[in-house]
């Protein structure tokens, strides 16, 4: 963020207006004020459209994203990029001490929200891709009812591909193991970050080693 408002200062005295955007800008938005024209507050949404037509100074309160947007992948540039990221929720519910996503949505009062079912089967349906990227925080973390309906849902629509998700060891059950088998989740990510009890509290990641052992026997047995 420092090395962004400092380019930022460079671009405004070519004339160029900017926008800053992030966590810290809006964590700490009185440190980068004076070097953006304007701070949007909050996380990407279609505001920015808005503040690039109308050009105003200083701080823009947050909006949320919209929860049933397709994104419009056939306008993306370079065109032959890969698009195999999909979003189901934004946000997060745990307090780690090195992550700031918790810090910004417990300003915004909203710590998840999910996007709209259908909006995700509809995602992934306009993809080439065979193998798609969960991008969410922690994927587990949505209600299990959710998780198998989205399994039902892709089913349903004729959908059959494989996944890689994020999530954390104690968002790891047998239950979810077995939802994950449904959904044909090949690959997860799980933000085990520390192993050693007293890395875990200083991260503050609310686990313990037994906790992350257990996950990753789980998920062995699920593969």
Known sequence: PVIAGHYARLLRHLGIYTVGLGHFFTLDRKRFEDDFDCIMGG??????????????RGYVDPQPIDLNVIPKIDRRFPERQKADFVMTSFGCRFPCSFCLVQKLYKTLQQPVRFVELDTVVSDIGQRSEEEIYFTD??????????LRDLAAKLRD?????????DT???????????ILVE?????VKIGVEGGTERM??????????DVNNQAIRIL????
């Open 168 to 178: 954390r060891t104690d968002c790891i059950t047998d239950e979810i193991g077995d």
């Open 43 to 56: 996380e990407p949404s279609r505001a920015i459209l808005d503040i690039v037509r109308q050009r105003p």
């Open 183 to 187: 959904l044909n989740v090949q690959r």
């Open 200 to 209: 875990l509290q200083v991260f503050n990641k609310g686990t313990d080693v």
């Open 220 to 223: 062995q047995i699920g593969r």
């Open 157 to 165: 629509a004729g959908i059959r591909k494989s996944y890689t998700i």
């Open 137 to 146: 925080l922690t994927f587990t973390m949505a209600p299990k009812k959710r």
